[in-house]
Structures are given as structure tokens and as C-alpha cells.
């Protein structure tokens, strides 16, 4: 953790490129967790040494113990999070976290009951929100907030890698205070945030091929570090699907293996470019005893307004398109991934 030019990379994990995680420390002496860097919420959560043993979710991960920690502060304030896939429920704590080497003081949740589905499915222990202060449940400061305030970074703002292939080491890279060349190629193309206070954007249009088929006058798109998917309003996926001969199951979209290599791409247009995706990038491959399974990492879901409808960049492109989140400008910046 060399601080000491002004940037602090953090290694990912990536499994089966549907979930990218790393190691933070809480209280001491230091308890680790593996936690999701999330641009699309903004409190940091860990599950509780005293959450429910019916809670199977939080039972089968590592659990934060106050009693054990010297630098704890009792807090005990309600806390309820939800996400588009599952929410949880705890109180207030605050300790020493550390983040790629810096300590900051900070008041987080201890999670007392986490929704089984899908959080039965989490390879990581908790979330540390990297969005903005405004959509911080009960107010708190956020985790990078707290950081910038040290004025260690050499700049405010800190980027994402996510590989492709989880055989590839490391599985991501998240940096605090700049980006890392090792992960991208090229120039950085921005674009201004929505409206301060959310990692969105304005998307002026998605194609499949060359056909401009949706958000043709315009729509949001949350670059989104914590959905494993693409998420778009349904009618326009469920199109999309049929568009490339996807079925629907009850675990998503799959199309047969052998049409994969005939794809079409499909490209959203944020700012002055074009961001395409190739089968390479939406078909995730996988070989099972009954066969191949392709699926379609794209999914419906519908945002109620005001917030919606909105499309939701995640994993798969941010894959493609290594991140930079820019706190200084509110703009988020994407260069070609490596
Ligand atoms: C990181 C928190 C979060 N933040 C935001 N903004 N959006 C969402 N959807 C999540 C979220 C909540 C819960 C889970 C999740 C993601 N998962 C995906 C990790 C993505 O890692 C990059 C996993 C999963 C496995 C199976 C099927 C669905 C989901 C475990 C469960």
C-alpha cells in the first residue's frame, strides 16, 4: 500500500466474472472482509457476529465482532439497505477500516439479516459503497469521502479494473487516487455525471449492429461497479433478446453456442463515442456436464420513476471499458480495458 506517490491499488477477485470483490480491514486488532467496491450505493456493511444463526446468508460469511475490537464505538442506530438483488438490515457501528492501507475512521453497518437469495450466492462478505455522499443511508459519510479528506490521493478519484477471465490474475484492480496504465490502452474519452450526487450519465442511444434500436432521445445509464449485468427497462431486453434469438429461462437469457460467433455487437453511445460489446464481451461461456451454456448477461429490470427508467452498465462493461470514477470533475472517464 505505497501511499506515497499519491495512489493506492487494492487487488479484485473475480468470480466466474459475475462477481469482482476485495480484502478491507475493520477494528483492532484487524478483521478482514471481502467486500464489494460499489458505485451504486455509498454505506459500507459487514455481516454481524451477532446476526441471527437463521440468518444462513450472514452465517456462512465473516462476521465483524465488536467485543474483540479496541478501537470500537458503539452506535446502535436502525439501518436498511436495498439493492436491485436482495437488501439487508443491521445497526450502526463505527471502527477503524482500512482501505488499501489508509485508515479512516468510519460508521458503518453490522448486518444482522441479509435476504437468503441471492445473498446465499455472495462470494463476498459485504458492500462499501463508492457512490456519492447524497445517497448515503442515515446521512453517514462514505468510506472515499472520508479518504479525499486526508488529501493522501494525488487526485480525487479512483478507477476500476475487472478482468475477463477469472484464470486471469489479479481478478481486478480497484485504485484510489488515479488509474493504473497496466489495465488499459489508449485515452480516456469522459463524461459529465447526470446530476451530481449519482454515478449516472446521459446514454444517447443503445444499437444492436448498426441499428439504433433503443433510448434514441436520450435516457440515464448508472455505470454501476456492484450489478454483475447489463440491466435495461424489460420491453427493451426482451426486444433486444429476440433481436439476437435469446430465450428465456427462469435464470436469465441463453442462446444456442453455435449462433455465439454470429452476434451482432451491441453499442451505447455515451458522450461523444461508442461503447460496443461483442459476444465475446455479453456471452458468458460455460461448460457444464449437460452441455455448453451460453448466456446473455444482459437482464431486465424495470426502475419505478423518478429514478427510472434507467439502463444499468455492471461488470460486463465495465470489463470492457476500464473505469475512471472522477469526484473532482463529476464526470466518470473509460479507456479500452486490456
Ligand atoms: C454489491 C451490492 C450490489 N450493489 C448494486 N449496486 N447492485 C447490486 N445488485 C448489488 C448486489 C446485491 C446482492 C448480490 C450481488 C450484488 N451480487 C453480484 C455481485 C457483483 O459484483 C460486482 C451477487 C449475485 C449473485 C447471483 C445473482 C445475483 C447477484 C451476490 C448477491
Avoid at 478519484?157 to 489479479?170: A, E, G, M, T, W
Amino acid at each position: 500500500d505505497d501511499t506515497s506517490n499519491g495512489t493506492v491499488p487494492t487487488p479484485l477477485t473475480n468470480y466466474l466474472d459475475t462477481q469482482y470483490f476485495g480484502e478491507i480491514n475493520i477494528g483492532s486488532p484487524a478483521q478482514k472482509f471481502n467486500v464489494v467496491f460499489d458505485t451504486g450505493s455509498a454505506n459500507l456493511w459487514v455481516p454481524s457476529q451477532s446476526c441471527s444463526p437463521f440468518s444462513t446468508a450472514c452465517f456462512t460469511h465473516n462476521r465483524y465482532d465488536a467485543s474483540v475490537s479496541q478501537t470500537y464505538v458503539e452506535n446502535g442506530t436502525g439501518f436498511s439497505i436495498q439493492y436491485a438483488s436482495g437488501n439487508v438490515r443491521g445497526f450502526l457501528s463505527e471502527d477503524v477500516v482500512v482501505v488499501g492501507g489508509i485508515p479512516v475512521v468510519q460508521v458503518f453497518a453490522e448486518a444482522t439479516s441479509l435476504s437468503a437469495m441471492p445473498f446465499i450466492f455472495a462470494k463476498f462478505d459485504g458492500v462499501l459503497g463508492m457512490g456519492y455522499p447524497s445517497v448515503a443511508i442515515d446521512g453517514i459519510t462514505p468510506v472515499f469521502d472520508r479518504i479525499m479528506s486526508q488529501h493522501v490521493l494525488k487526485e480525487e478519484v479512483f478507477s476500476i479494473y475487472y478482468s475477463r477471465d477469472p484464470k486471469h490474475l489479479p481478478g481486478g484492480e480497484l485504485v484510489l487516487g488515479g488509474t493504473d496504465p497496466n489495465y488499459y490502452t489508449g485515452t480516456f474519452n469522459y463524461v459529465e455525471t447526470r446530476e451530481t450526487g449519482k454515478w449516472d450519465v446521459i446514454m444517447k442511444g443503445v444499437s444492436v449492429g448498426s441499428r439504433m434500436m433503443f433510448c434514441a432521445e436520450g435516457c440515464t445509464a448508472v455505470i454501476d461497479t456492484g450489478s454483475s449485468y447489463i440491466t435495461g427497462p424489460a420491453s427493451s431486453v426482451s426486444l433486444l433478446m429476440k433481436t439476437i434469438g435469446a430465450q428465456q429461462d427462469q435464470s436469465g437469457y441463453k442462446v444456442d453456442c453455435d449462433t455465439v460467433l454470429s452476434l451482432p455487437s451491441v453499442t451505447f453511445h455515451l458522450g461523444g463515442q461508442e461503447y460496443s460489446l461483442t459476444h465475446e464481451d455479453y456471452i458468458l461461456w460455460q461448460s457444464q456436464m449437460e452441455g455448453d451454456v451460453c448466456t446473455v448477461t444482459f437482464r431486465g429490470l424495470d426502475v419505478p420513476p423518478p429514478i427510472g427508467p434507467i439502463w444499468i452498465l455492471g461488470a460486463n462493461f465495465i470489463a470492457r471499458y476500464y473505469t475512471e470514477f472522477d469526484r473532482r470533475n463529476n464526470r466518470i472517464g473509460f479507456a479500452t480495458a486490456m
